[in-house]
C-alpha cells in the first residue's frame, strides 16, 4: 500500500466545542436526528433502507475522507491535490468506451452549457423559466429531427434507463411481461434494464440478431423486442426492417437503443419500422466527466398510446395573449409522475435537461452534413484501426469481415498477458488501451478525435506488449 505523501495530508481541522457532533458537510446529523428519522419512517436502521443493493456494489468500509477542515481554501487546495494523480485523457491516448465515449466537444458546448439561465437546467413555471422551456423545446424539434419521431420527451438520467423506461412503456402497452433483447448487450446494461423493468417486465430472454433466431424467439405473449445499434461490440449490421417485422407480426413493440452520433451516417430506425427510438446523449457534445455527463432521449410515433406512456415532461408552443407570440410550457403534464404522484407508472425527478440543451447546440453547430462527415470519420477510423491491428499487433478482431461503428473486440493470442495486465503495461506507453471483458478480450473504441499517428501508436505499443 502506498503512503499519502506529506503533502497530500489533509490539514486537521480544530472543530468549536459546540458543533462537536455535527457533520461538517451534511445537515441533520447533530445529535440523535438520524435515531429520530429513522423513527419517524418506522425503519430499524441506516442498514436496513439498502438491503436491496447487492453488496459487491455498497461500500462496507470508511470512504477515507479527511477531518473537517478550516476553510473553502482548505478544501480547494486538498482536492487539487487529489485530482492531479489522475492522468486524463488529454495527457493519455484513450481508446476506451463501453458507454462512456471520448468525442469532440466544441467550445460553444462548454459556454453554453455555463450559462446562469442554463447552468441547473430545472425547468420552473413559464413566468419564472428564464428561456429553459424554449431551448428544451428546441432540442425536442432537432432531436425529432435527427430521429425521424414525432415525439421527443425530456430526458431521463441516462441511456441504461430510457432503454428501460421504453420495455416499461411497452409492457403498460400491450400488457404483456415478457420481453426479448437481440444481439450483444454490455453486463451491466443488461443487469440494470433487467432490475428497472421488474415493476411491469417479468423476464427478458436473448437472441442472437441472425433473423431466424428472432422469430423463433417471439410468441403472443411478447410485449417488446429490444435492439441495440451499434451493439456492445459496435456491430451495425443488424436487419432492422425484418426483425421489425418479426416483432410487428406478434403484436410486440419494437424497440431501439440507437447511439445518435451514428445517425449521420445510419438510417433512423424509425424509418425500419421501430416504435420507441431510445439511447443516449452522452457523445452529443457531453464529454466524459470522469464517467459521462448522461442523458437518456426518448422518442414515439404521435400516436396517443405511446404519447401517454412517456413518464418524462414535454415541452410545446403555443400562443399567449399577446397576439402574434408564442410560450413554451408543458404539455399532458397530467401523465408525470410530478403530477400524478403516488399514483404515477413511473417516478421522474430532476432530468438531465442541461445534457439535452448542450446536445441540441451540438446537432445545430454541426447540422446535417456535419453529422454524416462526422459518421464517416468514425467509421474510417474504425475501419483503419481493425485493419491495423490484425495485420500488426498479433491479435485478432472478432467479427472483422462485418461493418463496425467505433467499437470492435480484440482478441489477444493464448501467449499474450491477460487482458488487465496488457492495459496496465499498456498505460507505460501513454495509452489507455480499452475494456477488459475478460482474460483475453479487449472492447476497443476509435473516434473522431484519434488520428491515424494516435491509432498508430497505440498499435505500435500493443503490438510489443503482446509480443512481450
Known amino acids: 500500500m502506498q503512503r499519502t505523501p506529506e503533502s497530500e495530508k489533509a490539514p486537521q481541522a480544530t472543530v468549536c466545542a459546540r458543533d462537536a457532533r455535527t457533520h461538517p458537510y451534511l445537515p441533520h446529523t447533530a445529535g440523535d436526528a438520524t435515531e429520530e428519522m429513522l423513527r419517524h419512517i418506522g425503519a430499524e436502521s441506516l442498514e436496513s433502507l439498502f438491503v436491496d443493493v447487492p453488496s459487491a456494489l455498497r461500500q462496507l468500509e470508511p470512504f477515507g475522507l479527511p477531518p473537517a477542515l478550516r476553510s473553502e481554501a482548505d478544501l480547494a487546495r486538498y482536492v487539487r491535490r487529489r485530482l492531479s494523480r489522475n492522468t486524463p485523457a488529454t495527457r493519455a491516448l484513450n481508446f476506451c468506451g463501453a458507454g462512456v465515449y ?184 457531453n464529454g466524459m466527466h470522469f464517467g459521462g455527463a448522461h442523458a437518456g432521449f426518448l422518442a414515439v410515433h404521435d400516436d396517443p398510446r405511446f404519447v401517454y406512456e412517456l413518464p418524462t415532461r414535454l415541452f410545446g408552443a403555443a400562443p399567449t395573449r399577446v397576439e402574434g407570440e408564442l410560450g413554451f410550457t408543458d404539455l399532458a403534464y397530467e401523465r408525470t409522475s410530478l403530477a400524478a404522484r403516488e399514483n404515477g407508472v413511473e417516478w421522474i425527478g430532476t432530468a438531465s435537461s442541461l445534457s439535452a440543451i448542450v446536445a441540441s447546440v451540438f446537432l445545430s453547430l454541426h447540422g446535417p452534413h456535419g453529422m454524416r462527415e462526422l459518421g464517416d470519420a468514425i467509421l474510417d477510423r474504425t475501419s483503419y484501426a481493425m485493419e491495423a491491428i490484425a495485420a500488426r499487433a498479433g491479435a485478432q478482431v472478432r467479427d472483422a469481415d462485418r461493418p463496425h461503428f467505433r467499437e470492435f473486440v480484440v482478441v489477444l493470442p493464448d501467449t499474450a498477458p491477460t487482458a488487465d495486465a496488457l492495459l496496465e503495461r499498456l498505460v507505460e506507453h501513454g495509452v489507455f488501451g480499452g475494456v477488459a471483458l475478460n482474460d483475453s478480450e479487449l472492447l476497443v473504441a476509435v473516434t473522431e478525435v484519434h488520428t491515424r499517428d494516435d491509432i498508430d501508436t497505440y498499435i505500435d505499443a500493443l503490438a510489443q506488449e503482446v509480443a512481450a
Do not use: N, W
Open 102 to 285: 471520448q468525442h469532440d466537444v466544441p467550445s460553444v458546448c462548454v459556454e453554453v452549457a455555463g450559462r446562469a439561465e442554463f447552468v441547473s437546467a430545472y425547468a420552473g413555471e413559464p413566468y419564472e423559466d428564464h428561456g429553459k422551456h424554449q431551448a428544451l423545446f428546441e432540442y425536442q424539434c432537432v432531436m425529432a429531427e435527427l430521429l425521424e419521431m414525432d415525439v421527443v420527451s425530456i430526458p431521463t438520467y441516462d441511456g441504461y434507463q430510457a432503454a428501460g423506461t421504453a420495455l416499461r412503456m411497452a409492457g403498460r402497452i400491450t400488457g404483456h411481461r415478457r420481453a426479448v433483447a437481440v444481439g450483444s448487450l454490455l453486463d451491466d446494461k443488461r443487469s440494470r434494464i433487467a432490475e428497472y423493468v421488474a415493476p411491469t417486465i417479468d423476464r427478458i430472454e436473448h437472441s442472437t440478431a441472425d433473423i431466424a433466431a428472432v422469430r423463433a424467439s417471439l410468441d403472443e405473449a411478447t410485449a417488446a423486442v429490444f435492439l441495440e445499434i451499434p451493439d456492445a461490440e459496435g456491430l451495425i449490421d443488424a436487419d432492422i426492417r425484418a426483425i421489425a417485422d418479426a416483432a410487428h407480426a406478434v403484436g410486440a413493440i419494437f424497440v431501439v437503443s440507437v447511439d445518435p452520433i451514428a445517425l449521420g451516417l445510419l438510417a433512423a430506425p424509425a424509418s425500419l419500422g421501430a416504435d420507441i427510438v431510445c439511447g443516449d446523449l452522452q457523445s452529443l457534445g
